[in-house]
């Protein structure tokens, strides 16, 4: 449980804001680089951390975000063209380059428009295309290094990117995303009115999912059906912390699903077994009551089939199934679609979609969940952890402190995942084997 003046400093992120000044410090996804795909196409709105900016690629395809009004009469540059030379006002065609340079004032004498030009530069952020996403340096002073996050390091063929709005604060989304403990009941199935693995679910389970020769892929969503008290070890490092929760299988092997978390607002899903497809997400704040969460999937060492990416775009996973707004067709306005029936039947929630599910619950919560009025369990450390950790970075900052991993890129380079240990394994053992170039700190349960 936090105080509500801890709750204001976790959630509210705008300009001068303690976390404000915390994201301030990290490189923040804008948009996707297809938003702006096309070399003098039209530019679109933009908001972050509160900000409101638009986004346009110039002519000669260089990615820019400036800040929308015109500094002649306040005109939004939302209206403008795009054209040769950058954006130009349609109120009196003032035009600005993707650096924020005022590069004609037709309006005036040209003795008089160079005068003009000087003191009419717009705020432009430093931006850098990688991962098919344009980030933004939003911060002061020169820019930091930007994170190492393994998905924009691999060829385009090897990953998939979208992204999906999200009806609620950024912090209790992500929060979502750490909590383990709910696969056991928001994503499991039903039959026979008994909670059941969402593959045994309905009239035609996975005939793998019978306990039987399971390869242990199927086999978990069993397992963490069956086990709902899963037991949690949290490691830090120096991009964040990696949160494991061990949970009991049908022998005396151990079950555990590992979660990164990397500051600011990054989190590598758990899911993936060895050589499998590895899963992240970014939570960035548009205000303090609504965020883009940015998905991305990917393997490290091969290319993606056609067809998985037809799938990821469909929405699969933690992938929603969007607009073309990218906004979720299952979303808080027509309360995601929910089928009482599906509940009944075959769906502990009834509503289709694993995205979809954490979504609901998420804005469930409200716009700004109170967390003076929890009662957390062992079960939440991971929720805990992350508080503490963004909290201590809001510290940090404040004593003119850089925040963890805001000066070292390469410690974003992680992998999330699942593995099983035998019982006389211990968890370090464990993980050193499976992620055996992460350096972690000791252990805290």
Same mark, same amino acid.
């Given at each position: 449980?936090?105080? #509500?003046?801890?709750?204001?400093?976790?959630?509210?992120?705008?300009?001068?804001? &303690?976390?404000?000044?915390?994201?301030?410090?990290?490189?923040? =996804?804008?948009?996707?680089?297809?938003?702006?795909?096309?070399?003098?196409?039209?530019? $679109?709105?933009?908001?972050?951390?509160?900000?409101?900016?638009?986004?346009?690629?110039?002519?000669?395809?260089?990615?820019?975000?400036?800040?929308?009004?015109?500094?002649?009469?306040?005109?939004?540059?939302?209206?403008?063209?795009?054209?040769?030379?950058?954006?130009?006002?349609?109120?009196?065609?003032?035009?600005?380059?993707?650096?924020?340079?005022?590069?004609? $004032?037709?309006?005036?004498?040209?003795?008089?428009?160079?005068?003009?030009?000087?003191? #009419?530069?717009?705020?432009?952020?430093?931006?850098?295309?990688?991962?098919?996403?344009?980030?933004?340096?939003?911060?002061?002073?020169?820019?930091?290094?930007?994170?190492?996050?393994?998905?924009?390091?691999?060829?385009?063929?090897?990953?998939?990117?979208?992204?999906?709005?999200?009806?609620?604060?950024?912090?209790?989304?992500?929060?979502?995303?750490?909590?383990? #403990?709910?696969?056991?009941?928001?994503?499991?199935?039903?039959?026979?009115?008994?909670?059941?693995?969402?593959? !045994?679910?309905?009239?035609?389970?996975? =005939?793998?999912?019978?306990?039987?020769?399971?390869?242990?892929?199927?086999?978990?969503?069993?397992?963490?059906?069956?086990?709902?008290?899963?037991?949690?070890?949290?490691?830090?490092?120096?991009?964040?912390?990696? $949160?494991?929760?061990?949970?009991?299988?049908?022998?005396?092997?151990?079950?555990?699903?590992?979660?990164?978390?990397?500051?600011?607002?990054?989190?590598?899903?758990?899911?993936?077994? =060895?050589?499998?497809?590895?899963?992240?997400?970014?939570?960035? &704040?548009?205000?303090?009551?609504?965020?883009?969460?940015?998905?991305y999937a990917w393997y490290p060492d091969?290319?993606?089939?056609?067809?998985?990416?037809?799938?990821?775009?469909?929405?699969?996973?933690?992938?929603?199934?969007?607009?073309?707004?990218?906004?979720?067709?299952?979303?808080?306005?027509?309360?995601?679609?929910?089928?009482?029936?599906?509940?009944?039947?075959t769906s502990f929630t009834g509503i289709?979609?694993?995205?979809?599910?954490?979504?609901?619950?998420?804005?469930?919560?409200?716009?700004?969940?109170?967390?003076?009025?929890?009662?957390?369990?062992?079960?939440?450390?991971?929720?805990?952890?992350?508080?503490?950790? $963004?909290?201590?970075? !809001?510290?940090?900052?404040?004593?003119?402190?850089? =925040?963890?991993? !805001?000066?070292?890129?390469? !410690?974003?380079?992680?992998?999330?995942?699942?593995?099983?240990?035998?019982?006389?394994?211990?968890?370090?053992?464990?993980?050193?084997?499976?992620?055996?170039?992460?350096?972690?700190?000791?252990?805290?349960?």
């Amino acid at each position: 449980m936090l105080t #509500a003046i801890e709750n204001r400093t976790l959630t509210q992120t705008g300009p001068g804001t &303690p976390m404000g000044r915390v994201m301030r410090c990290y490189w923040q =996804p804008a948009l996707l680089s297809r938003e702006i795909a096309e070399p003098g196409g039209p530019p $679109v709105r933009v908001k972050v951390l509160g900000e409101e900016f638009i986004a346009f690629r110039d002519t000669e395809g260089w990615p820019g975000i400036v800040e929308s009004r015109c500094p002649h009469r306040g005109a939004d540059l939302f209206f403008g063209r795009n054209e040769k030379g950058g954006i130009r006002c349609a109120y009196h065609g003032w035009q600005f380059s993707t650096s924020g340079a005022c590069m004609d $004032v037709p309006t005036s004498p040209p003795e008089i428009a160079e005068r003009i030009k000087a003191k #009419a530069e717009i705020r432009s952020l430093t931006v850098v295309e990688a991962g098919d996403i344009v980030w933004a340096w939003m911060g002061e002073g020169h820019p930091g290094p930007m994170p190492k996050l393994e998905f924009t390091m691999v060829p385009g063929s090897y990953r998939f990117v979208s992204k999906k709005l999200q009806q609620c604060n950024w912090a209790q989304a992500v929060e979502g995303g750490l909590d383990t #403990a709910h696969f056991s009941y928001l994503h499991a199935g039903i039959k026979d009115d008994e909670r059941v693995s969402m593959m !045994a679910a309905g009239s035609r389970p996975n =005939p793998l999912a019978t306990g039987q020769n399971e390869p242990p892929q199927v086999a978990s969503f069993r397992w963490m059906v069956d086990d709902s008290i899963p037991r949690f070890s949290v490691f830090d490092h120096d991009a964040g912390f990696l $949160v494991c929760a061990s949970r009991r299988t049908d022998d005396d092997t151990r079950y555990w699903r590992c979660t990164q978390f990397l500051m600011p607002h990054h989190s590598l899903a758990p899911g993936s077994w =060895p050589y499998g497809l590895q899963q992240g997400q970014t939570w960035v &704040p548009i205000d303090d009551h609504s965020c883009w969460i940015y998905c991305y999937a990917w393997y490290p060492d091969r290319p993606m089939g056609d067809d998985e990416r037809r799938r990821l775009a469909k929405g699969f996973g933690i992938f929603a199934q969007t607009d073309e707004h990218f906004v979720p067709i299952r979303r808080r306005e027509n309360d995601y679609l929910i089928d009482r029936n599906k509940q009944k039947t075959t769906s502990f929630t009834g509503i289709d979609g694993l995205s979809e599910q954490d979504a609901a619950i998420a804005d469930s919560q409200g716009l700004i969940h109170d967390r003076t009025r929890e009662l957390l369990g062992q079960t939440d450390l991971g929720v805990v952890k992350f508080r503490r950790t $963004v909290l201590a970075a !809001a510290e940090a900052v404040s004593e003119g402190k850089a =925040p963890r991993g !805001a000066e070292t890129p390469a !410690a974003y380079r992680v992998h999330s995942g699942d593995l099983l240990s035998p019982p006389d394994q211990t968890i370090e053992a464990a993980l050193d084997e499976r992620f055996p170039h992460l350096k972690l700190a000791p252990h805290h349960s």
